[in-house]
């Protein structure tokens, strides 16, 4: 199962969903979201599934073999306090692989990373998933 999380307006989380779906991808894709509008994002784009709120996101990280999102759901209080502790905990610990994507408005800085148009990390991000779930 993919697990994609996403805050504020879902923005990022809808448009990984909008691209797997795309690229025919057949396992199930759950959205979770941490506020609802997020959630309700990410199901117009196609997920299979969706939920919002912490336990959604603990629960569903334990069960997913690829989460995918901002690189804030790993940073507790991140999303203007929408990521709890708990959330960035559930994500951090999960055995699953994880694809991050950078936000430049984020207090951190990745090395390596190169300032790219967020649809390109959505590209690449997209690519890194069909690669975990091969």
Known sequence: MILVIDGQGGGIGRALIEQLKQKGV????????TNSGATAAMLKAGADAGATGENAITYNCGRAQVIAGPVGILLANSMYGEVSPAMSAAVSCSKAKKVL???????????GTQNKPMMQYIEEAVQAVLEAIE
Not at 26 to 33: L, N, P
Not at 101 to 111: G, H, Y
């Open 26 to 33: 057949s396992q199930e894709i759950i959205a979770v979201g």
């Open 101 to 111: 994507i950078p936000i430049a408005k984020s207090n951190l800085f990745v090395v």
